[in-house]
DNA sequence: CGGCCATTTGAACGCGCTCAAGCGCGGTGG
DNA sequence: CCACCGCGCTTGAGCGCGTTCAAATGGCCG
């Protein structure tokens, strides 16, 4: 899969642990990597990394890939509650803490390293305790990022939905690149956008025709996007681009 | 405001400090308690705790009362994200830390304890850190039933919805007073469970009546729920009681 | 070339929304 | 004490958005 010049692609940062160990004290940050080099996994796009209900470790960290958190109906329907990027983690468990509340899903090729329940008990003893430190940020980012989509999912236009997400999405990998090149490698069929903004992939479709008829977005390939107009989408979305990229994204340096 | 001996109330636990520093060593434990005895504050019903946007303290845990989570549109529709009650705690602040992603409001009179940043930092400090050990259950729980949620709010029909946020309230409920009895208060306008459910209050009226007229519930005052048979609310809501129990609420010992 | 999957487009239906009017209850003030 | 008011619940009518079903198109890979 050669890579254009103008579209971003998620590809492993070179030095990926220090991103997470950053700001951990010397003495804890040799072993912290340590024990992400050795719990290192790859899974192939498609493939279930964690099922729900199902036994699962209580934290993973996403190297490389875009993962879905999926939680599903009994008529089938799925709904994934969120996405997670590079250098995010997934905290997949339920309240019991030990099973996982969604079906973790790997949506691209996929490398994250993981650390056990025993082993995360352990690294809270560490004094002072950076764990917490670390994911705190990240995980009240996710928290507020899945209540902006609740609140459109539950009284949103099918464009505000997708405009929504298409934003998202892009300011995120936008914070990853640093640069700000309006092209982004979008690795999701309709329907997969379907079941991340609560649409059918029919209605998807049209949606998304109707952005591009009006100049906002393109859809050269079918998987490649390039926002004509951010300001429009995130207008269409209903979001302060500014506030968005304070508050939803976890800045890293 | 006397309370019938078959309607659920939501008292003040008598040592209601002792339920969340359970666990913590003797030594953490009485300057935990001063410190949520110094910063409990009373809430009168309807009025905001924290806005949306604004500064915010990044710990509150609820004594007393219901508050919910909600977020708004330009246009004025509310969604509410999540519901806080007794004994759970409201995690506000968005990825930068400092500000709330939400609009924290009082449903009931609500009695609730917070912890400033800075405070927070100095218990991280303690060793072992029981602070992180004490929410993280709370923070999995909520994000698991913010999941269920979404996922019925994407995809599921009136019905299902409201069904399922009787019964994740009830079940709630039920949890922390060990009995088994069937009739709850529920302090929330149509209207509100509107918000709560992504459906217009007009909405939710019919589908209330409609649950009412196949005597699935009764609404007495329209405040008081009686469930007079949880198992057809818990199969119209696709739940599963038993593991919603065991993962989506947490343990009062 | 044939098969498969994703996208696209059309047609029709139905759920939940908006608008609007009527009702019931509690609080307030004349 | 009763009249008034306001808020929340109830019910009806009609509509529109997004759904489902179905078929056609296009791209990729064997």
Known sequence: MPSTSTVKQTEPCPA??????????AHVRPRMTALLDKNTRHIRAGSDIVAED????PFYWVLEGWVALNKSLQDGHVQTVDIILPSDVILPTSGGGSVSAFDVQALTDVTLSSISAAE???????????MWSAIRPLSAAARAR????????GHGSAEMRVAYILTELYLRLDNQCGDNCPSFHLPLTQQQIGDFSGLSSVHVCRTLRRLSRQGIIETSDHLDIVINDA?????????????FKREMVTPVP
Chains 1, 2 share one sequence.
């Open 16 to 25: 990926a642990f220090d991103v997470l160990t950053r700001g951990f004290d």
């Open 54 to 57: 199902e036994p699962t470790k």
């Open 146 to 153: 899945i209540g902006e989509r609740m609140l459109r999912i």
């Open 120 to 130: 995360l008990d352990s690294l809270e003893m560490a004094d002072p305790p950076h």
């Open 231 to 243: 300001d429009a989408l995130a207008g269409i979305a209903n979001v302060d681009i500014d506030t």
